[in-house]
């Protein structure tokens, strides 16, 4: 007889209670997990594990792809710093060396994620889109995965990214779509890094801090209704009149919808300065 989940030998039977189903508790984990999750393991088993520089992991597919899942929904609860190999290993129901097989590091096993999460998002490019539709498709991407994983914008807004292929095709699509409005490559890329700093330091500023407030416990609405009544007190908005939009009620009742709008009122703003106009030399 085999494992139903991994199809490994079961040994001779024990001759009392029940058949034997799984080989180990590892696979009774993952097969119940699977059951759980309505076949979204199955599903990220088709993506592949990444490590540094964008080659493929080692071990077993299933087992990096429970490891991949079980490490995006810590991080979505917790934040990255709960993301090791052993918690990731604990949550998968995997034993730590199988984890170290599979990755070998957190760094490549962060890697990953970012591989999986950035490829997953990345649409079919419209034949009509023009340079600037593509920027802002690309850029319209970046700030949805964000929208979905906050903590995902500590890993990419640094001088070192991870460099795996999803990372590598986003630079070279904004760029090549600089490069079609008639810029050499060192201002493409120059443009590239500014409209990337952009979405990540609003996806810092508007996601990032909110969702670790939410973590934290500290509603964003309830710290908004301290700060409004300290800044009263201080006499600070009498000083500050612009405080007034935010204290109307909009701000802290909408915040989830009003970042999306802030965020693409920006985006427009921003593409208009960075891309050349008709009589710009």
């Not at 204290?247 to 909408?254: K, N, V």
């Amino acid at each position: 007889m085999t494992c139903v989940e991994c199809g490994r030998g079961l040994g001779p039977a024990s001759g009392t209670g029940r058949p034997r189903r799984y080989c180990s508790r590892s696979c009774q984990s993952r097969a119940y997990r699977r059951r759980r999750d309505g076949g979204r393991l199955a599903a990220s088993a088709a993506q592949p594990s990444v490590g540094r520089g964008g080659e493929p992991g080692s071990g077993s597919g299933d087992a990096r792809a429970d490891l991949v899942h079980a490490a995006v929904g810590l991080a979505d609860a917790h934040g990255l710093d709960t993301v090791t190999l052993r918690t990731v290993a604990q949550h998968a129901g995997i034993a730590l060396p199988e984890a170290r097989r599979a990755f070998g590091s957190r760094d490549r096993l962060v890697a990953t994620l970012v591989q999986q999460l950035l490829a997953r998002r990345r649409g079919t490019v419209p034949a009509s889109d023009g340079p600037v539709e593509t920027l802002a498709r690309l850029a319209a991407e970046e700030w949805a995965t964000y929208r979905e994983h906050p903590w995902l914008v500590s890993v990419l807004a640094s001088s070192r990214p991870p460099l795996v292929p999803a990372v590598l095709d986003a630079a070279r699509a904004s760029t090549e779509a600089f490069g079609q409005l008639g810029l050499d490559p060192p201002t493409a890329l120059a443009r590239y890094i500014a409209l990337s700093g952009y979405v990540q330091g609003m996806a810092v500023m508007l996601l990032a801090e909110h969702e670790q407030a939410g973590r934290s416990g500290t509603a964003y609405r309830a710290w908004w209704a301290e700060e409004a009544r300290r800044l009263d007190r201080t006499g600070a908005r009498w000083h500050h009149p612009w405080l007034d939009a935010a204290s109307g009620g909009s701000l802290p009742d909408t915040f989830d919808a009003d970042v999306d709008a802030w965020f693409r009122d920006g985006l427009a703003r921003v593409l208009a300065g960075l891309t050349p106009s008709d009589d710009e030399p």
